[in-house]
């Protein structure tokens, strides 16, 4: 019977894969790297998912709670968020410190080893998150051949979600993507709160300083 270590790799093999630079990157490429990270994922942000009814006002209704945790916005491409690569993480964190799943992280080989596992593990979720988003009428209520495309835009954007956290973390960028992604979410939740020139209906700037 194959080893967990063995079954990871073959399964692997089929799952995209970011490699890692062939050379050390200066200081300011891995600063570009991450720019551009963070711009294609706040762009992501703002792009509404195809199909999906009212996706401007779930938009607006996001909890900041959402943003703070999981880097998310309602009825966008980042409706899932960082939620698939945090629920992975914690599940094969505990299962290794139980040592359900052997593994010593104190070695390179099972690093990669664990690193491989949580991505798969990110995507098997993006696939069922995106089903309970979609199927369930989270979103709204959409005819069988349109939740079938939602269902495809939440999980394309959030595999790509997760290859820019590989991305960031096989030395490309700076920091973890996780962060990262968490942060440019309050930051720019701060802003708008701040600095937004939208007039609200109570005819009022929506940004604190211009009201």
């Not at 079954?7 to 890692?20: D, H, N």
């Not at 440019?184 to 700037?205: R, W």
Request: no cysteine.
């Amino acid at each position: 019977m194959p080893s967990a270590r063995e079954i990871v790799k073959e399964v692997g093999r089929y799952f995209p894969e970011v490699a890692k630079p062939v050379r050390k990157l200066s200081l300011g490429e891995r600063f570009l790297w991450t720019g551009l990270v963070l711009v294609i994922y706040v762009l992501m942000s703002h792009t509404f998912l195809y199909g999906v009814p009212q996706a401007a006002k779930l938009s607006q209704q996001n909890p900041i709670i959402l943003n703070i945790i999981f880097a998310q916005r309602m009825g966008t491409l980042t409706t899932l968020g960082i939620g698939p690569i945090v629920t992975s993480g914690l599940i094969l964190q505990l299962l290794v410190g139980a040592q359900i799943i052997k593994l010593d992280l104190s070695k390179s080989e099972d690093r990669a080893v664990f690193t491989a596992a949580s991505k798969i593990f990110a995507i098997v979720v993006t696939v069922f998150e995106a089903a309970v988003f979609t199927f369930s009428g989270m979103l709204g209520r959409m005819d069988y051949n349109t939740q079938i495309l939602v269902f495809l835009q939440l999980v394309a954007a959030t595999t790509l979600i997760v290859l820019m956290d590989e991305l960031i973390q096989k030395g490309w960028g700076l920091g973890s993507g996780v962060s990262l992604f968490i942060a440019v979410g309050v930051a720019e939740t701060i802003i708008v709160s701040l600095f937004s020139p939208i007039i609200l209906p109570d005819e009022y700037y929506q940004g604190i300083i211009l009201a």
